[in-house]
């Protein structure tokens, strides 16, 4: 089983900056791929941004230039930078890790989600 435990959410006026990290832990032998997916009101939960075990990155085109993730693999840790925050950005934000057990097939984990509020 693994757990992934998100940080950094809050309330924010317009143009501000948050960091979201998400530390993931538990029986991982490999992970793939860490992101973000967000879900605001009355949405469906689209993806942020992800980051693969080589560094290649994708970015949604409503956050390009503006987030940037990063991973630290040693520590099975993913973070978002968020920059110029607008106040469509509000939503809850869920970490996301295609992880792979010991011995056992890969398969996708979430965290519980952290909330961001921007306000304007």
């Known amino acids: 089983q693994v757990s992934l435990v998100e940080s950094g959410g809050g309330l924010v006026q317009a143009g501000g900056s948050l960091r979201l990290s998400c530390a993931a832990s538990?029986?991982?032998?490999?992970?793939?791929?860490m992101g973000w997916y967000r879900q605001a009101p009355g949405k469906q939960r689209e993806l942020v941004a992800d980051?693969?075990?080589?560094?290649?990155?994708t970015y949604a085109d409503s956050v390009k230039g503006r987030f940037t993730i990063s991973r630290d693999t040693a520590k099975n840790t993913v973070y978002l930078q968020m920059s110029s925050l607008k106040p469509e950005d509000t939503a809850v934000y869920y970490c996301?890790?295609?992880?792979?057990?010991?011995?056992?097939?890969?398969?996708?984990?979430w965290g519980q989600g952290t909330l961001v509020t921007v306000s304007s």
């Open positions: 996301y890790a295609d992880v792979r057990p010991p011995y056992r097939a890969s398969y996708g984990a």
């Open positions: 538990g029986s991982i032998f490999r992970i793939n791929v």
């Open positions: 980051i693969i075990s080589g560094g290649t990155t």
